[in-house]
């Protein structure tokens, strides 16, 4: 119970019903003044209405006949002369009219948005924050919406067909970012999204152009949108009619996201919709338009207290654009959220109109084309001329960075393929029907044949096919040579063109043959390879074979397989040590030191390592032995595996299938001096053979 006569009633107005009702006591003491202290608390007994900026009406009651009871939703009257009841006796009469009323204005916490880290992506922005929104044109309020009001007005500027990164910082005016707030966009065609949002009806002289609205937002007649409820700028958007009353559409993206330590959200968006057929949708005409470019959307972002529920845009498959975009639908997300600081925080947005153009595209084929022109004499007097078809390999692409800013000149216009880098995005895959602007220029430059080419679809890529007739009037206004191909992909609804291509065209004729390649190299510091020199073919080397014999030999090693149950085979390790030795016999028969010829080869049984065929030029090109009178010694060593085929009481089994000497084997009639499988310890040939009887058999023709 409450002492009316020694306290005031403090009340504020109650925003669903109007009436006054009591919130707090103020004490008045034995002079009759009073003051009064309270924190602005959602908690407390001042848990003043905030949204935004908000003025409040409140008044003090003293002595008052009834007061208003939410509960009941009634206002009963006060008993002040039943002492029994009450146990008080007031000394005044009750009045209604002792009461004072008065207003607060809450002013929440000042915030701003901006949008950050768009400079290294393709697109410009334009953005600026104005702390007091004017409309200098526009007097009616349905239209003027939060003006005298802080936003952020933006323009941007973007390419179709490309992925982005939107990311939007909340701050205080003193720069501090605002963590764990809420973020909303919105984006999407508009009513004047027809018109682009320019105003037909005013002018600017010195541009002879229309300007934009003030109010992008609104619907033009109506001035409904851009968002439900009175404070249209901060509501969930507004769904429209198509113009021919078909259908509706609605935004492309609604949907938010929550601030971090950096007051910073983002917001990944793919610009690869049908934009083009949702607007003749929405609009029944591209009159309005010529292309993408074109193409004008609305974005609105905003920071505000909302209800979660009221946000949701039921069942979006049935709007156009809606139907494909990111579109929030379900509260439940926001469970767990704390509302208490963004009931407190000031309501701010960005505003503006969002451009799109068309993307960038790079195109790439094979280095050059030969074509080779038939022969009369074999073919006849009116031979058949081949088709031609060359692959195409058209992607998307991104403009090499550069240390300066983009602007709209350079998001617009069409690189050079210098300054593109290509994206393995093939565009060929979308569907639509890609064509290439094609001429050919003779020696001199000369345009001989431009015409467009359709471009046919394949896995990676698309082919153009030049049919032979067409070949042959290209060909005849040509003479014989390197002439060039131009290509150069023409623009469709969302890509630029592609920059131009040359393609060298080599024109053959019959019985071509070229001249002026180097196909020699004659080393200078070797004088070895000097004496001979090394040939090529093209890129290939072309392998030096002098006329003296190489000496051929084919091998392998024999597995053992005779060990115990579980492990038969016993060879595994037998590696044999192979070496080829030659020494030379001087002519007053002096013998020199053996040296290697080949040493250290390690070879396993043939059911690992298979059969080894070892080939040694006695000439120029390898062993260097002309003129030489020379023994050549061929041997093998186990002492790699002595121990176990000591332990074994086995010996290791080499197989020597053929062992010869043959001139330019590598020709189509090579020259065999001897084969010691053909031959077997017979000279031959200028050749003596020795043989180790305690270590060779030869019943087979083969050595073992």
């Not at 467009?452 to 890529?461: C, F, H, K, N, R």
Request: charged share 20%; aromatic share 12%.
């Amino acid at each position: 119970r409450v002492d009316l006569s020694n306290n005031l009633l403090l009340m504020l107005q109650d925003s669903s019903t109007t009436e006054y009702v009591p919130i707090d006591t103020v004490p008045i003491d034995n002079i009759g003044l009073f003051s009064y202290e309270g924190e602005l608390s959602i908690d407390g007994p001042l848990a003043l209405p905030m949204s935004g900026k908000t003025i409040v009406n409140m008044r003090i009651d003293y002595l008052p006949a009834q007061v208003y009871d939410l509960t009941l939703g009634s206002s009963p009257f006060i008993t002040y002369d039943s002492f029994p009841i009450i146990n008080y006796i007031y000394p005044y009469t009750n009045s209604s009219n002792w009461k004072k009323t008065f207003q607060i204005t809450t002013i929440p916490k000042k915030v701003k948005l901006e949008m950050v880290d768009f400079a290294t992506q393709n697109m410009v922005v334009s953005q600026e924050f104005v702390e007091n929104r004017e409309y200098l044109f526009n007097t009616n309020p349905s239209e003027a919406l939060e003006q005298g009001e802080e936003y952020t007005a933006i323009q941007l500027d973007v390419l179709a067909r490309e992925d982005y990164e939107f990311t939007y910082k909340l701050t205080d005016y003193a720069d501090s970012p605002i963590n764990n707030s809420i973020i909303w966009m919105h984006l999407g065609f508009m009513p004047k999204s027809e018109s682009k949002f320019l105003n037909d009806r005013a002018i600017i002289e010195e541009l002879e152009a229309n300007p934009y609205y003030e109010s992008l937002g609104t619907e033009l007649i109506s001035s409904i949108g851009p968002g439900e409820g009175p404070n249209k700028m901060f509501g969930k958007p507004l769904t429209y009619q198509t113009k021919d009353t078909t259908g509706y559409y609605g935004p492309y993206i609604w949907d938010y996201r929550v601030t971090d330590e950096f007051g910073e959200v983002t917001f990944d968006i793919s610009f690869d919709n049908e934009y083009l057929s949702d607007f003749v949708k929405i609009f029944n005409s591209l009159s309005s338009i010529q292309s993408v470019d074109d193409l004008v959307m609305y974005l609105r972002v905003f920071s505000a207290n909302f209800d979660r529920d009221a946000f949701k845009i039921e069942n979006p498959e049935q709007y156009i654009g809606s139907k494909d975009g990111v579109i929030y639908g379900d509260s439940s997300s926001l469970d767990g959220y704390d509302f208490t600081e963004i009931k407190l925080q000031d309501a701010t947005y960005i505003e503006g109109p969002l451009r799109m153009h068309k993307n960038n595209i790079a195109v790439g084929s094979s280095d050059y084309i030969s074509y080779d022109l038939p022969n009369p004499d074999v073919d006849g007097p009116n031979p058949n001329y081949e088709d031609v078809q060359f692959t195409l390999y058209v992607t998307e692409a991104d403009p090499i960075p550069l240390t300066v800013s983009e602007t709209l000149e350079s998001l617009t216009k069409i690189h050079s393929a210098s300054e593109l880098e290509p994206l393995p995005i093939n565009i060929l895959e979308d569907g639509y029907p890609y064509s290439v602007l094609f001429d050919v220029l003779d020696v001199s430059g000369n345009s001989k044949f431009p015409t467009e080419l359709a471009i046919d679809p394949v896995y990676d890529g698309g082919t153009v096919t030049l049919a032979g007739d067409i070949m042959k009037s290209i060909v005849q206004d040509l003479p014989p040579g390197v002439n060039t191909i131009n290509i150069q992909v023409i623009e469709s609804d969302y890509y630029k063109f592609s920059p131009v291509l040359s393609i060298p065209l080599e024109i053959r004729p019959p019985n071509f043959t070229r001249f002026g390649q180097k196909n020699t190299e004659i080393d200078l510091i070797d004088p070895f390879v000097s004496a001979w020199g090394s040939s090529f073919s093209g890129e290939t080397l072309m392998n030096f074979e002098s006329n003296y014999p190489h000496l051929i030999g084919t091998l392998w090693v024999s597995p053992d397989f005779d060990g115990p149950v579980g492990q038969e085979e016993r060879s595994i390790q037998d590696y044999i040590e192979i070496n080829l030795e030659a020494t030379i016999i001087n002519s007053d028969g002096t013998i020199n030191d053996p040296f290697p010829l080949r040493e250290g080869i390690m070879l396993r049984p043939a059911n690992h390592e298979g059969i080894m065929t070892f080939s040694i030029g006695l000439g120029p090109e390898d062993a260097f032995l002309m003129g030489q009178e020379c023994v050549l010694s061929l041997s093998f060593d186990a002492s790699y595996n002595e121990y176990d085929l000591k332990e074994q009481g086995r010996s290791a089994e080499i197989i020597l299938l053929d062992l010869k000497f043959t001139e330019n084997p590598s020709s189509n009639t090579p020259n065999e001096l001897w084969s010691i499988y053909n031959g077997q310890f017979n000279d031959a040939s200028g050749i003596s053979v020795d043989e180790d009887i305690s270590s060779v058999s030869t019943d087979t023709g083969v050595l073992v």
